[in-house]
């Protein structure tokens, strides 16, 4: 048998009953210094510890501070877009968005947990009041729709994406104008000819003397039209 078998099988049964090993099971001998003790982040991360101390972990975000970051990002950027810098303006619209990112759960996620809330008689979920949440929405909106109007500007335009920021406009804001003609924009350059045009009608409801708009319907009716002629030829 050998001579330390007693204190392994005593070291053993310590880490057992109470996840935390003797100083003897690290090599210390009875009365000799704890120099040898592993360091503390071994017992931060291990999985039996419970009176091991947390880590710290950095203080949330201040939700006002970081809307007001945002809103401070919106405003450069419409004044990069009002100097005709629509990449620097694109760049302090994302900043702005990234500021908001986090502060709100998903859309679906969002109302599970207000209905939840609501049950309990509890805050809404968040942290934000209600009006921080319209604040944070407005700038949002503001935010996509302006970055759809910077990518318009470029020489190479991606209708997909202009697509993209105005549908998450319209998600929250349906009757949302700019977003409603911009997206038939985009449908009708990406050429699908249907949507544009239920798009643009929209728009039309909301503003029906635009000349963009009158423009882009009679557009959208012509390939429509010589759509359906082909259609009728190829019969």
């Not at 900043?95 to 759960?105: D, I, Q, S, T, V």
């Not at 697509?163 to 911009?182: D, P, S, T």
């Not at 544009?196 to 882009?216: G, H, S």
């Amino acid at each position: 048998m050998h001579p330390n078998a007693d204190r392994f099988a005593k070291d053993d049964k310590q880490i057992r009953e109470t996840g935390c090993p003797s100083p003897h099971a690290f090599g210390c001998l009875p009365g000799a210094s704890t120099a040898c003790l592993p360091p503390q982040k071994w017992l931060h991360f291990h999985p039996e510890t419970k009176d091991a101390a947390p880590s710290q972990a950095g203080a949330a975000p201040d939700p006002a501070e970081l809307i007001r970051r945002a809103h401070e990002f919106k405003s450069q950027g419409a004044q990069c877009y009002k100097d005709k810098k629509f990449r620097e303006a694109i760049g302090k619209y994302h900043r702005a968005l990234l500021e908001l990112k986090g502060l709100l759960p998903p859309p679906g996620e969002r109302e599970r947990d207000s209905r939840a809330a609501s049950q309990a008689g509890a805050p809404k979920p968040g942290c934000l009041s209600e009006e921080q949440s319209k604040t944070v929405e407005a700038i949002e909106i503001d935010c996509y729709n302006s970055l759809a109007a910077c990518l318009l500007q470029a020489e190479l335009v991606n209708y997909e994406r202009v697509k993209e920021y105005c549908l998450k406009v319209l998600k929250k804001e349906g009757e949302n104008f700019k977003a409603l003609y911009r997206s038939g924009v985009a449908f009708y350059h990406l050429g699908d000819y249907d949507k544009a045009l239920y798009y643009l009608k929209e728009a039309k409801t909301r503003q029906p003397t635009d000349t963009n708009v009158i423009r882009y319907i009679q557009l959208t009716e012509m390939k429509l039209s010589r759509c359906s002629q082909r259609e009728k030829e190829a019969m």
